[in-house]
């Protein structure tokens, strides 16, 4: 089918009281093992591509993979942004096919948050794309940028923030973390629930490798409509080619990398459909 928006899926997700998985994909194989199990599990997937993999490869080839993976799907499937650095990244994602761009401001001063925010939702929605934003910056460390402010988001900076900024979605920052949590991470569950009181759009939940399970599904049942995965992702792909390096065999590589990223998107799709 053809790609679909990430505010399609999310209205999906609003419905059914679930919330739908951003996977970090950085290759062919990557994406190949998640829609696999998406469409085993029959479930819409966000494929996202980050900041780290546009330095790699620029946006060159990633968006056709994706494309090429959603024309061939039974279930719908979200080009995203991950992170977008500015507004010009995001005209570069339109032109590239992106049905979905994030453009984060949460460690510029507010005002500006907003203002190029609105410039970003202006722009995507005149092609029908949707756009992600976010408020409280989520701190750890991704794709070589390191946020180590306290990342509660301010719930007066959210009320001001949607009632000017028409977005679809907002990441909020609540305790989440990127890349490995040092301990249990200690989510603000009453932040979610603020936030969807005074009509956030759709939440979203950065950092979601190693927040245990109870605290995804109370998170989701509070109105968290995606999850984004990345770091566990990697690690498991990494594990399989670890495991069959020595064998000489590059495609029993991929294929151990590939059953190994396989067994943790049927986990994380299993839990955030709360099942
Ligand atoms: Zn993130």
Redesign the pocket.
């Known amino acids: 089918m053809a790609l679909a928006t990430l505010k399609e899926v999310l209205d999906i997700a609003e419905q059914t009281g679930t919330a739908i998985p951003g996977f970090n994909i950085d290759n062919i194989e990557i994406p190949e093992a998640i829609i696999t199990v998406a469409e085993e599990e029959n479930c819409p997937v966000i494929m996202t591509i980050g900041q780290g993999a546009i330095a790699a490869g620029g946006l060159k080839h990633l968006p056709d993979v994706v494309r090429s993976v959603a024309r061939h799907s039974s279930v719908p499937v979200v080009m995203h942004l ?2 977008g650095a500015g507004y010009e990244q995001a005209i570069a994602c339109l032109r590239a096919g992106f049905t979905s761009v994030m453009y984060d401001g949460s460690h510029h001063p507010f005002a500006e948050n907003v203002n190029v925010s609105r410039d970003v939702v202006r722009a995507a929605h005149a092609v029908g794309v949707s756009v992600e934003c976010e408020l409280g910056a ?1 701190s750890g460390v ?1 794709d070589g940028i390191s946020h180590d402010n306290t990342n509660l988001v301010d719930l007066n900076e959210v009320s001001k923030f949607i009632s000017v900024v028409d977005c679809d979605a907002l ?1 909020i920052g609540i305790g989440n973390a ?1 890349g490995i949590y040092k301990g249990t991470p200690d989510i603000d569950f009453g932040r979610i629930r603020a936030c969807r009181e005074m009509g956030a759009p759709h939440l979203v939940l ?2 979601g490798s190693g927040i245990p399970e109870d605290m995804i599904r109370k998170a989701i049942s509070l109105g968290i409509r995606k999850i ?1 995965v990345a770091t566990e992702l990697r690690l498991a792909f990494m594990k399989g080619l670890g495991e069959t390096a020595s064998g000489g065999d590059i495609y029993k590589m991929y294929d151990r990398a590939k059953q190994e990223v396989m067994e943790v998107v049927r986990a994380k799709i299993r839990l955030f459909q709360q099942k």
């Open positions: 991950d992170h989520i991704e990441a990127h950065h950092g984004n």
